[in-house]
């Protein structure tokens, strides 16, 4: 007996919360959305097109912020030179990379932070033939640069740091869109 009266009790406090919850729906409150203000400067905050890039060339602070703001077609010139200065003190001894890329043309190409995409190319960052003609989810990202950073002109130069041994996603990309897998 007991068991039922609490469960009655039970059902009448959830049903009148909901009631109680209910409103006429009046749209007496406004749309957040409709009320956004998008007026004023908006300010770049991160480029990141390839990534780890800004984050090992580019420091912290000032820089990093004045880079996050400047429009690619300006990066190569501004910052050429220092992806260059870090790129040799990450490297002292680099030469040419696996593609043939001597420190002034992978700075250059690496400085201008964009991500390339062909149209009439296989789409991947980098798999040995076609060089960021895109970027598919699968590709690793991270391996390509350390191998370009770190891998001399065969690739084989320094092997501990040329990957990060990250070698799949945790999860399936799936084969419809969006790709991703879902959030665990």
Request: with cysteine; charged share 15%; aromatic share 8%.
């Amino acid at each position: 007996m007991k068991s039922n009266k609490f469960k009655t009790i039970a059902l009448a406090t959830i049903s009148a919360l909901a009631v109680a919850s209910c409103d006429s729906n009046d749209n007496s409150t406004p749309d957040p959305i409709a009320s956004i203000d998008f007026s004023g400067t908006f300010v770049q905050q991160d480029q990141m097109a390839r990534p780890a890039i800004n984050t090992v060339f580019i420091a912290a602070g000032a820089p990093k912020d004045a880079f996050n703001a400047t429009i690619p077609s300006m990066m190569g010139a501004n910052y050429k030179s220092i992806f260059k200065s870090r790129l040799l003190a990450l490297n002292a001894g680099y030469t040419k990379n696996a593609l043939g890329q001597d420190a002034d043309m992978l700075t250059g190409l690496l400085s201008t932070d964009v991500l390339n995409v062909s149209k009439t190319a296989k789409t991947t960052f980098f798999d040995g033939t076609n060089v960021l003609t895109g970027r598919a989810l699968a590709d690793d990202v991270i391996d390509v640069e350390l191998l370009l950073i770190f891998g001399g002109p065969a690739g084989t130069s320094n092997p501990g740091l040329t990957s990060d041994h990250v070698d799949a996603n945790d999860k399936t990309f799936t084969a419809s869109f969006p790709y991703l897998a879902t959030a665990w």
